[in-house]
């Protein structure tokens, strides 16, 4: 499993205003992507935080981009497409994936990418940061966008 090598990471949120968009689809790894964010957000002193939910995953660069135009430090995208019999699995991840990415480098802001894309719902659930999973993706997506915007705000 991934996850071997994370590093362990503590960012000081204070003062950042930051957005969660969260897809709708798979509830019980949403609300557990959710949750982590949100006890990675208090952590870290953010104190302005606005939660979003976008239909699906396609959905989350378009909502994420307005968000980050609307002046939003971070931008935190959670998601989880699970593989299927169809090629649908391949064009939304990519889509998202690559929508995300652009997202970030067109407006300088930073996207923590949450958007898990696994071949089973046993795969999403060890990730969503529940009591038996073993891996919090929404933390870390939290942890890796307050710590850009960190670097970022030290290049003026």
Not at 85 to 92: N, Q, S
Not at 104 to 130: H, K, M, N, S
Request: aromatic share 6%.
């Amino acid at each position: 499993m991934s996850g071997n090598g994370a590093p362990t990471i503590f960012v000081d949120g204070e003062g950042a205003r930051v957005a969660i968009v969260a897809s709708r689809w798979h509830t019980e790894v949403m609300d557990g992507l959710i949750a982590g964010a949100q006890a990675a957000l208090a952590e870290a002193k953010v104190t302005d935080v606005t939660v979003a939910r976008a239909p699906g995953s396609f959905e989350l660069p378009i909502l994420c981009q307005a968000y980050a135009r609307q002046g939003f430090d971070a931008v935190i995208a959670l998601g989880v497409i699970i593989r299927g019999g169809t090629p649908h699995f391949e064009y939304v991840s990519a889509a998202a994936t690559d929508g995300l990415s652009r997202v970030a480098l067109d407006t300088g802001v930073p996207i923590g990418f949450g958007l898990l894309t696994t071949d089973d719902e046993a795969q999403a659930l060890d990730r969503a940061g529940l009591a038996d999973s073993r891996e919090d993706k929404g933390r870390e997506a939290v942890e890796a966008a307050l710590s850009t915007w960190n670097v970022l705000r030290t290049l003026g």
